[in-house]
């Protein structure tokens, strides 16, 4: 559109226009190649990667390491945990998030400045790491599926940005299903939450991330309990592993046992499969995501 | 991009006489908030309390009023200890460099984007750039090691290709490149990321402004310079103060990655340094005094960046 305007461009424009495609085409490729080199490695077979030399595609294509690390139980152990968690994770973070930000969008609503203070002080407010896993301990939740949920249901900040979506509704519509005798709550489930879809959607995307990504409360509360661990966790040991020499090592699982003789390729192919989840949903709620970011920054 | 207003401004305050009518007619709303102040009295407001571990010499398992106070010991043993001036040295290193660069890069892209003619491009070139962010640190952190590792890694063969190393670099194995390799990952990371919201903001310059500019001779970079940075710059100021209220608490979880035991001088921040020593050694109190510190410290930076940002804005983000 613009091009068609210049019939004549001067020598700094063609310049510019140079410096402009050249260094987004760097971070293009430092962006992705990353990426494709880990997922070719992934597919190479293992003796044969060892050599290197591989870019972009598998030299000698197998899928060897794949069967590999499915066939061990830790990791389908943690796809479960990661699945679960991600799951009631994000339903049990959206629920407590909209409903709260319902109420704080009731400006007749006479608790309404308390709560919202009250709230808004927990995005300042942070006892720190140590006087959290010591409460975390008195309250029992170590070494349950809880402590992956419960610590982390409600964040201010999401519900902010749902509110702010709230107070765009018109408000005639909730007087209206007054009149006709719905109940606050009847409200919220029936008119606010279908109405409210988009913020959702984004808020869905990043509670999800968040619980898909996490492997530090697994680390710290639930390292010890097999059953518990979750994907990342077990991609950070095998990880570790090799950067650290295993001393600093906690658990003592198959994982361990694996993580000192996995070679390369099925140290890719463990990091494909944490990460491929992601990609999945990535493209179809990129449109909310990026609104929902926008509004989230203007709003704080 | 248009800020939502409040509608209704309805409702004198109710006085007391007034409370219990309204809250039997608002239960419902009662019933919807008051499970999440309960929660969030658990779980932000109680840690709180937990500070008073530090004041004491707190041992697991006794009630709090069996635990021996002992002042300020811990504090003391904090400001004597080497490694906490380490760490501390780290964190700010690492923060005002992730600072600078996570808030200056962005910028520059987002800028470069908006001079992408090709439409499909941008959108592709987008699309990569928000990639990495929604992979874990986990992930990242493995990827990074293996483009920097000295057998086969891209970087160091990229390196040897272009003749400019004779041998590979042991980027992981030296202190000095730690910081440097923890800032150049976040930016990798959040890049993209970042740029959606100074796009938004360069979305909302009017475009009569380049036409004019171009009626002008005003040349692209000109443009740039004149019209699109000044346009963004609210934006860019907002962002600026909000970073520097996050200031040191840049946590611990690149670093805990990234790290390890070659490089721990400079890799250790005061959350890193609170978790091997408060958690790992079972040293409760002086981990949670090391907690004080960074909280102390992040209060005291957001309310300096709070004031900035009032004398120059007239707002308060706070």
Request: proline share 3%.
């Amino acid at each position: 559109m613009l091009s068609k305007k210049l019939s004549t461009t001067s020598w700094q424009d063609r310049l510019f226009d140079l410096v402009v495609y050249v260094a987004i085409t760097i971070v293009t490729i430092a962006t992705l190649y990353p990426f494709l080199n880990v997922l070719a490695i992934s597919f190479n077979d293992s003796t044969d990667s060892i050599k290197g030399g591989i870019t972009i595609f598998p030299r000698v294509f197998t899928f060897k390491n794949y069967e590999t690390i499915f066939a061990f139980s830790g990791l389908m152990t943690g796809l479960k945990i990661s699945i679960l968690r991600t799951v009631i994770g994000t339903i049990l973070g959206l629920i407590s998030a909209s409903m709260l930000a319902f109420t704080l969008s009731r400006v007749d609503f006479q608790a309404r400045k308390f709560v919202s203070t009250f709230l808004a002080l927990t995005m300042y407010v942070s006892g720190g790491l140590i006087p959290f896993y010591i409460l975390i301990k008195n309250l029992d939740m170590m070494g349950t599926f809880a402590v992956y949920v419960l610590p982390s249901l409600v964040s201010a900040f999401n519900v902010f940005i749902i509110r702010s979506f709230i107070d765009g509704l018109p408000y005639a519509l909730q007087e209206s299903a007054k009149l006709d005798g719905a109940n606050d709550f009847t409200i919220y489930w029936r008119i606010i939450l279908p109405l409210t879809k988009p913020a959702l959607a984004t808020i869905a995307l990043f509670l999800a991330v968040g619980q898909w990504n996490a492997w530090f409360d697994t680390y710290l509360y639930n390292g010890s309990k097999d059953s518990l661990t979750t994907l990342q966790y077990e991609l950070m040991k095998v990880i570790q592993s090799t950067t650290t020499n295993a001393d600093s090592f906690r658990g003592r699982n198959m994982t361990q046992v694996m993580a000192q003789i996995s070679p390369e390729s099925v140290k890719m192919a463990i990091t494909i499969v944490v990460t491929v989840p992601i990609l999945i949903v990535y493209p179809f709620l990129q449109r909310y995501f990026v609104k929902g970011m926008t509004l989230g920054s203007v709003k704080s | 991009m248009k800020a939502i207003t409040k509608k209704n401004q309805l409702e004198p305050k109710p006085t007391a006489a007034r409370f219990w009518p309204i809250f039997s007619q608002q239960k419902y709303l009662y019933m919807m908030a008051m499970p999440f102040v309960v929660w969030a009295f658990v779980f932000s407001y109680l840690p709180l309390w937990g500070w008073t571990m530090a004041f004491q010499k707190y041992k697991p398992g006794k009630s709090f009023f069996e635990q021996k106070w002992v002042g300020l010991q811990y504090f003391r043993e904090l400001f004597h200890d080497e490694q906490f001036y380490n760490a501390l040295r780290n964190t700010l290193a690492m923060s005002i460099m992730g600072l600078l660069a996570g808030f200056i890069i962005p910028i520059v892209f987002a800028v470069l984007l908006n001079e992408l003619r090709l439409q499909t491009l941008k959108r592709f070139v987008q699309t990569v750039s928000y990639l990495p962010h929604f992979v874990s640190w986990v992930v990242a952190a493995g990827i990074i090691t293996k483009m920097l590792s000295t057998d086969n890694g891209a970087v160091n063969d990229l390196l040897m290709s272009l003749h400019l190393i004779s041998e590979p670099i042991q980027f992981m194995a030296k202190g000095n490149f730690f910081w440097g390799i923890v800032t150049a990952s976040d930016v990798w990371k959040e890049t993209g990321w970042n740029t959606i919201i100074y796009l938004a903001a360069i979305s909302g310059i009017g475009p009569e402004l380049y036409e004019a500019a171009r009626v002008d001779g005003a040349s692209r970079l000109q443009q740039v310079r004149n019209i699109t940075l000044p346009g963004i710059r609210t934006t860019i100021i907002i962002l600026l103060i909000i970073s520097i209220g996050h200031l040191i608490s840049i946590g611990f979880e690149k670093q805990f990655l990234l790290g390890n035991n070659l490089v721990r001088d400079y890799s250790q921040t005061l959350d890193l340094y609170a978790l091997n020593y408060g958690l790992g050694m079972g040293r409760f109190s002086f981990g949670t005094a090391i907690n004080i510190f960074n909280s102390v410290v992040s209060v005291f930076l957001l309310l300096l960046a709070n004031g900035i940002f009032k004398k120059i804005t007239k707002e308060s983000i706070i």
